[in-house]
């Protein structure tokens, strides 16, 4: 079951930065301040390379920053508007 708009990974990262700079955990990181600070705000998506760094900062499974990007992803396409694909009926062997 979807959740109701999914928080994006970018919120939660936040929280866990606290008061620390966007440059600081960039740099930490060995990412650009701007890869960051689009993650930040919900403009790009958390990567697979990027959910292992944040893990490796942070203690928090990479897996679950994947989830909850999956999560929003799904549910941001879900919203859009796109043409419905008919179910495929698979053929039984005789």
């Not at 930490?28 to 990027?50: C, D, F, I, Q, Y």
């Not at 694909?85 to 005789?94: D, G, I, P, Q």
């Amino acid at each position: 079951m979807q959740m109701h708009n999914p928080a994006h990974p970018g919120k939660l990262l936040a929280e866990f930065m606290g008061e620390r700079s966007v440059t600081e955990v960039a740099k930490h990181l060995g990412v650009t301040r701007a890869a960051l600070s689009r993650v930040l705000n919900s403009k790009a998506g958390v990567s697979a390379e990027m959910a292992l760094k944040l893990s490796e900062a942070f203690g928090l499974d990479a897996e679950v920053w994947l989830r909850m990007q999956v999560q929003r992803d799904l549910w941001v396409a879900s919203r859009k508007k796109r043409v419905k694909v008919r179910r495929l009926v698979l053929e039984t062997a005789t």
